[in-house]
């Protein structure tokens, strides 16, 4: 493209801080090439607190009419008791990756030559984790009865429709193909049967068209085991939303820290935007000191660049990054980390 159109959602806490740099890295990547275009939107539990508003049906088809959306972070401390826990979550961040179809969670670990990881001996860590984005325990679909007496019943119920399974994994076979040829199915079919065998059945006939991919299965505790002994193991998994969450903190603490791990929000069909955001959240801990790590934020600054065809710009900033990491030695300020990467990719 000559021309992209982008929505820039920098929320809360660190967010604003991380989404600077990623943009500052962007423009720098794509210098005169392609004319950058950028709408802020202000959004987020800041936001809510100030207007009550979470994320307007207006703002959603504003959002749907840009080329993507990069994303920094929302929430509020989890102590913060002037906004209900799950209220931005739900009713900005799941209804924007709902309403976008967001169905591919694209999340790489890669644990860049120079990086220390809390790892004796990591190996090779060079592994994405597809997960589902759509569905799985996040769409909301529980209740609760008998709320705050003795007999309270709470349910929270994980959906798992045929489709959504099936346009995942074969996605992430996909991807499998074009990489070392390696699938595994992270699930817990050993009790959550029905879910877990939809999974198991949908791998098994997607793999069919996929003859050139080895896949195999690992229940998510065990999968949690060789992730930190044997993580060079991985080259594809493929998982649920909620599993996905949280093998990909997991995979971010083996590869490098959180504060290297991106992500993109993929609606492969192209029906809607896709939106590109860190891994980690808003870090009320760390927030207007400086001192977060923008990596990941710029890191999804390539992913998007390459879900929109810009394969060597999104190649420049990579590489950029990897050497920014191999030189790193001192704590940086956020914007001296963007302004290194920023310089190394113009
Ligand atoms: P978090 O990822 O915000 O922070 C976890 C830890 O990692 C903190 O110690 C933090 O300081 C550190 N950290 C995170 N990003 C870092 C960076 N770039 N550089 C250095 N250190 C970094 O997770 P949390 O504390 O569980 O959540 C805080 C809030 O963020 C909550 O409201 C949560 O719901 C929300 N959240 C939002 C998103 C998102 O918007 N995509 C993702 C995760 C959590
Ligand atoms: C993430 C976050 C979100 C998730 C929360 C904030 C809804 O943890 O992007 O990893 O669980 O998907
Ligand atoms: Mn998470």
Redesign the pocket.
């Known amino acids: 493209p000559h021309r992209i159109d982008l929505a820039v959602i920098p929320?809360d806490?660190?967010g604003p801080e991380?989404t600077a740099e990623a943009v500052k890295v962007l423009r720098a990547a794509v210098g005169d090439d392609v004319e950058l275009s950028l709408t802020d939107y202000e959004l987020g539990a800041e936001h809510w607190l100030a207007t009550g508003e979470t994320l307007p049906d207006a703002t959603l088809e504003q959002l749907r009419r840009h080329d993507a959306i990069l994303f920094g972070?929302?929430?509020?401390?989890?102590g913060d008791t002037r906004i209900p826990s799950g209220l931005i979550?739900r009713e900005f961040?799941l209804k924007l990756r709902f309403s976008l179809d967001h169905f591919v969670n694209l999340r790489p670990s890669k644990l860049y030559p120079g990086v220390a990881s809390p790892l004796a001996d990591p190996g090779v860590i060079d592994f994405v984790v597809v997960r589902e984005g759509t569905e799985g325990p996040y769409t909301g679909n529980g209740g609760t009865l008998r709320g705050g007496t003795p007999h309270e019943v709470a349910t929270e119920v994980s959906l798992n429709t045929a489709h959504g399974v099936e346009r995942v994994v074969r996605d992430a076979f996909a991807r499998a193909s074009g990489r070392r040829k390696k699938l595994t199915l992270v699930h817990k079919h050993n009790v959550l049967v029905y879910a877990g065998h939809l999974w198991k059945r949908t791998v098994e006939a997607v793999a069919a068209e996929f003859p050139d991919v080895h896949h195999d299965y690992l229940h998510v505790d065990a999968a949690m085991i060789f992730l930190v002994t044997d993580p060079s193991r991985f080259d594809v998994i493929v998982t649920d939303n909620l599993f996905g969450d949280i093998v990909t903190d997991l995979a971010a603490a083996v590869s490098g820290g959180?504060?290297l791990a991106a992500s993109a929000n993929l609606n492969m069909d192209r029906t809607a935007p896709s939106m590109f955001?860190?891994?980690?959240?808003?870090?009320?801990?760390?927030a207007g000191q400086q001192?977060?790590?923008?990596t990941?934020a710029i890191l999804s600054g390539a992913l998007l660049l390459r879900h929109l065809g810009l394969d060597a710009h999104a190649q420049r900033i990579e590489q950029a990054v990897e050497q920014d990491i191999a030189s790193r030695s001192g704590a940086r300020r956020t914007s001296a980390i963007g302004d290194a990467i920023a310089a190394a990719v113009s």
């Open positions: 929320g806490g660190i991380v972070a929302v929430g509020a401390a989890p979550e961040l959180i504060g955001e860190p891994v980690h959240g808003s870090a009320p801990d760390i001192v977060a790590d923008p990941a």
